[in-house]
């Protein structure tokens, strides 16, 4: 398992490599100079092109690349952003940790929320108690998030003005953006949690269970729910992924400081270096989230763990 | 308490299940009626889909929640209706007094809890013991089933089919049960293994002197395991007496179909005779005998109205309007 | 191998699939709410699409007597900050935010099965490096890839299409992948190359239609999460451009006013949200039908 688990972080780098020239790519097809947009319409010509210069944008493709990668990846030099001038690797230290912790409680509930409401719906199939939790779910899943989030402030913040709307301070702030971020996971987790369920409940092993005599109780946490734990984890996972993207639409609307409303405003204007880190770190978490799924399935399911022991014994016997 | 002390062992009558989709009704059962005595082995004999499995998990009350309805008859076990118990009076007898030995050993063992364990379960739900005392009745277990005891802490991925199914056996044994129910438990074994696990099956029964069911669609397997035979086609016992009574004097024309079925060993035959037609559809059965569209014996009375229950010559029960056209031999 | 058998293995990949494709529709329309949301959907698709026929309004026409008025019989969703007429703007969004979903999903499928079929046909280093490249786009959050690439793009209609796409692609592909090499395994393609058939025949005959339905079945689950990323693309500035009347762009504008007129805020995300229901509605129906547990 081990030696899965390394093999799988070093396959991280060629990843992480990959994203990062990827990501410098698609910035430099950018519409629209970053030199232009940072000296705004007063400049001169050659103003603009001493700052083009100053900033390497005059280099060949593939000088800029190759220095942006060794800074980078070589002297861990992450830079320094064009429009503020503000260290970089410093924003992310402040912000990634904000982003991560709303990521990590918007997590939490929709796990803690959605699983036990999929098992209540599955187990009372096609009675009211399934029929109210597969609408709710229905509709949460059918909200765009940033939609949700307006009403939000709407209802909390303009009518009942209970709870801040925006910005960062005591745990007040993050209540809304954290109801925006669980409720698309809170809707699939219920789904997926009930059809994962349905498909095991009708199994052969769950009738062997209740022919031992297992209490219905015991068939549906120690059976079924084990048993039904692997594509929740899947969904878990890839929705992890989903509410990172989801959040940074979520930071923009309620002022939060973290990564997402970083690299949207790098983004809108040009500025290049915060982009590139900032999906780079993104595509870090958001790898290193992946694995710690796969691990997840493997402690869930011996099956798998003996496909991952496997695999890493072969790989290491054909190198 | 409503046991007597003569009521058989365990008395099945007039049992109906249905299944139900929002288009249709699957009438699975309909009115089986049986008798088992102790230490006694009674084979269920039928084609696929004939209700042969819906009558053994209704004894134990594990059929489907959604979907599945017991819609009248009584199972008496010692006298005691096991259809009016509590939920939690099924939960003391599943396991410990009525056991099943599931069709297919790929799917019947929980894949993510460890082999050993899934034996335990059954042990410690129904005794009071230790863990480690459950633990070591369930590795004893293992090695009845002729499984060593250091696999224990495997998972089913890792067994064969055959070592699978004899887990399964071990299961269902491990509480020695009054009563067991084995449902087709060769059928998804490869030919080589089925003689085995029968044995085995059939050891264990005699040893704890346990009373079975056998559920199969084999009459060799009915020869050699079985004291009664019940033929069932679509969710009714067509014939019912002693393997003796069954096998020299097939009276129902179904049954007399799958004896020719069967390749005769002594004669030269250049065919075998199938019966002909499929099974029917069960959520639209044939009205009056289910079998009339397959029989060369029907008449008139066939296609409308029950069906008699009436006793042969020999002495069994077979459901049929023509029996003495049949014993004749005079067919179209 | 008997003739009779060879024939009868080779038919089954045929016929399996047309008979499977009716007995999908057929389940699918048995089903109510799904049929509900399909009807639901397919009605908001009409009313867009003739939009400029049956709107009240100009969607551009701007009104500075009716400028922030609450829904009423002549605004029946309200108006905006220039007095434009809510509903007549809904009506013109949803030409934008629906068949630019539609459209991008039918992009991913095509790039989708291009890649996919490469990578399955040719197997080896080339499966490789593309895979390898799917996994690369796979690792960046679907959203912030878009971001990215609608911003590298540029705004515009078929810009914002592309960059919708992109995020699709890598799923498409591997599906396609994996149901190439599936089916490229199963007994009715060895069949056929025991009777000599072409690889071209094969792939055209066998392979292809083979691989097909699931592929359609993801692409049609995927047009909901699409028009939510396109309004999102758009609420962030990015994408369609105001003062062309997206769904997203819509909120973006009204974002300032929710404190005194949530009105403008209420109408075009409802219009997000009820096609994304009707969607999803059809998306469950969908996959119920194809599951073979449920098969009666």
């Known amino acids: ?319 | 308490m409503t046991e007597t002390k003569n009521a058989p062992f365990l008395e099945i009558n007039d049992l109906k299940v249905e299944y139900f989709t929002k288009e249709s009704v699957v009438h699975a059962v309909n009115g089986v009626t049986l008798t088992l005595e102790k230490g006694k082995t009674l084979g269920l004999v039928g084609e696929t889909g004939a209700g042969k499995t819906t009558v053994a998990k209704s004894i134990l009350r594990i059929l489907p929640d959604v979907g599945a309805r017991i819609v009248g008859g009584e199972i008496k076990l010692e006298g005691r209706d096991l259809l009016k118990s509590s939920e939690a009076e099924m939960r003391q007898i599943r396991g410990k007094r009525i056991s099943m030995i599931f069709q297919d050993p790929m799917t019947a063992l929980n894949p993510v809890q460890r082999v050993g364990d899934q034996i335990a379960e059954v042990i410690a739900l129904h005794s009071n013991e230790s863990a480690e005392a459950v633990r070591k009745r369930a590795e004893d277990m293992l090695e009845m089933v002729n499984i060593p005891r250091e696999r224990y802490s495997e998972y089913p991925h890792q067994f064969s089919g055959g070592m699978k199914q004899r887990v399964v056996i071990a299961i269902a044994l491990a509480c020695n049960p009054e009563l067991l129910l084995a449902d087709e438990p060769t059928t998804a074994l490869d030919v080589t293994i089925q003689a085995q696990v029968l044995r085995l099956i059939a050891q264990l029964r005699d040893k704890l002197g346990t009373s079975m069911m056998l559920i199969t669609h084999d009459m060799g397997v009915v020869a050699t395991h079985c004291d009664t035979v019940a033929v069932v086609y679509a969710g009714s016992v067509v014939e019912y007496g002693t393997k003796e009574q069954v096998f020299d004097h097939p009276t129902h024309p179904y049954t007399i179909g799958l004896f020719g079925a069967i390749p005769n060993m002594n004669v030269d035959e250049r065919w075998l005779h199938p019966i002909e037609g499929l099974p029917p559809d069960p959520s639209h059965l044939p009205t009056g005998c289910a079998f009339h569209p397959r029989c060369k014996y029907a008449t008139e009375a066939c296609r409308t109205g029950e069906v008699p229950t009436v006793i042969t010559p020999d002495g069994h029960q077979c459901r049929c309007h023509n029996t003495d056209a049949v014993l004749k031999g005079e067919g179209k | 191998m008997t003739e009779y058998q060879m024939k009868a293995s080779l038919n089954q990949g045929k016929v399996r699939k047309s008979s499977e494709f009716l007995r999908v529709l057929k389940q699918l329309s048995y089903n109510k709410i799904a049929m509900f949301g399909l009807i639901l959907f397919i009605l908001e698709l009409v009313l867009c699409l003739l939009s400029p026929v049956i709107a009240p309004y100009d969607y551009a026409a701007m009104d500075v007597i009716h400028m922030n008025e609450t829904p009423s019989a002549a605004h029946w969703f309200g108006t905006d900050d220039l007095g434009r007429d809510i509903l007549t703007r809904i009506l013109f969004g949803g030409r934008y935010s629906i068949t630019m979903s539609l459209l991008s999903v039918v992009v991913s499928l095509i790039f989708g099965v291009v890649i996919g079929s490469v990578a399955g046909y040719f197997g080896g280093w080339v499966d490789n490096v593309i895979m390898r490249i799917l996994d690369i786009i796979q690792s960046l959050p679907g959203m912030l890839l878009t971001i990215v690439v609608s911003a590298a793009l540029g705004n515009g209609y078929l810009n914002t299409v592309m960059a919708l796409s992109v995020n699709g692609i890598p799923a498409q592909a591997r599906m396609l992948r994996a149901q190439m090499m599936r089916v490229r395994g199963s007994e009715y393609v060895e069949a056929a190359q025991s009777i000599n058939c072409s690889q071209v025949r094969i792939i055209a005959k066998h392979l292809f239609p083979n691989s097909f339905s699931p592929l359609i079945v993801q692409a049609s689950m995927a047009i909901a999460n699409r028009i939510t990323m396109c309004s999102s693309l758009s609420f962030l500035g990015l994408g369609v451009q105001p003062p062309a009347p997206e769904w997203g762009a819509m909120l973006s504008g009204a974002r300032q006013y929710i404190r005194d007129y949530p009105h403008m805020v209420i109408f075009p995300g409802l219009a997000i949200a009820v096609t994304v229901l009707a969607l999803n509605l059809m998306g469950d129906g969908l996959r119920d039908a194809l599951d073979p547990r449920l098969k009666r």
Request: charged fraction near 15%; charge should be positive; glycine fraction near 10%.
């Open chain 1, 1 to 319: 398992m081990l030696r899965y688990t390394l093999r799988r972080l070093l396959w991280m780098i060629p990843i992480v490599l990959g994203v990062a020239i990827l990501v410098f790519t698609l910035m430099t097809f950018c519409p629209g100079d970053p030199a232009q947009i940072l000296l705004s319409g007063s400049a001169t010509d050659e103003d603009i092109q001493a700052l083009r210069d100053n900033l390497g944008l005059n280099d060949p493709y593939l000088v800029r690349l190759g220095n942006f990668l060794g800074n980078t990846f070589l002297k861990f030099d992450l830079g320094s952003s064009w429009m503020t001038k503000v260290a970089i690797k410093d924003e992310i230290a402040t912000r990634l940790p904000r982003t991560f912790t709303l990521g990590i409680i918007s997590l939490l509930i929709s796990v803690a929320v959605g699983i036990p409401l999929g098992i209540i719906a599955a187990v009372n199939q096609g009675r009211l108690g399934d029929n109210i939790a597969t609408a709710l779910a229905l509709i949460g899943a059918s909200i765009p998030g940033f939609w949700l989030a307006l009403l939000l402030i709407l209802l909390f913040s303009v009518k009942l003005n209970w709870l801040p709307s925006m910005g960062i301070g005591g745990v007040k702030y993050y209540i809304l953006p954290a109801l925006t971020g669980c409720t698309y996971g809170i809707a699939t987790l219920t789904r997926q949690t009930r059809s994962s369920m349905l498909d095991v409940i009708r199994s052969d092993y769950i009738t062997t269970a209740r022919s031992k005599g297992v209490s219905e109780l015991h068939v549906i946490t120690r059976h079924a729910l084990k048993n039904a734990l692997i594509p929740i984890i899947t969904v878990v996972g890839t929705h992890f992924g989903m509410m990172l993207g989801g959040q940074m639409i979520t930071e923009t609307i309620f002022s939060i400081p973290g990564m997402g409303s970083y690299i949207i405003g790098g983004v809108n204007q040009r500025d290049y270096p915060v982009v590139q880190i900032g999906s780079i770190f993104l595509a870090i978490v958001f790898s290193l989230s992946m694995l710690v799924v796969d691990l997840l399935y493997a402690a869930a399911d011996p099956r798998i763990k003996a496909r991952y022991s496997q695999s890493a014994k072969r790989k290491v016997k054909t190198k």
